[in-house]
Nanobody, 122 residues
């Protein structure tokens, strides 16, 4: 399975961006999808995840209430709507795909997309 992420860019603090990640290939397995981010000099950290059917969502405390994850199963696509962005949200954002017990752990996820840069200016 390949994951293709898009939607990053430069935005001012307080602004919004929407990231997208589309899975292609053998995508018929019911797996969770999620987003992680990695800032320069820091470890990759969990941001948000969503269950295979969209019924459950999970967020890091740092983004809860500002970010929203959703998915369109018909398009094999997951979205991350990021509102009220802060300079500390600046990072490379990676989409991920894996089973429920792995999807919130950067050290356990086995399927990654390429990153997309998000830069928030103050």
């Amino acid at each position: 399975v390949q994951l293709q992420a898009s939607g990053g860019g430069l935005v001012q603090a307080g602004g919004s961006l929407r990231l997208s990640c589309t899975a292609s290939g053998r995508t018929n397995s019911p797996v969770h999808m999620g987003w992680f981010r990695q800032a320069p000099g820091k470890e990759r950290e969990f941001v948000a995840a969503i269950s295979w059917d969209g019924s459950n969502t999970y967020y890091a405390d740092s983004v809860r209430g500002r970010f929203s994850i959703s998915r369109d199963t018909s398009k094999n696509t997951v979205y991350l709507q990021m509102n009220r962005l802060k300079p500390e949200d600046t990072a490379v954002y990676y989409c991920a795909r894996d089973q429920a017990s792995y999807i919130t752990r950067a050290d356990r996820v086995r399927s990654w997309g390429q990153g997309t840069q998000v830069t928030v200016s103050s």
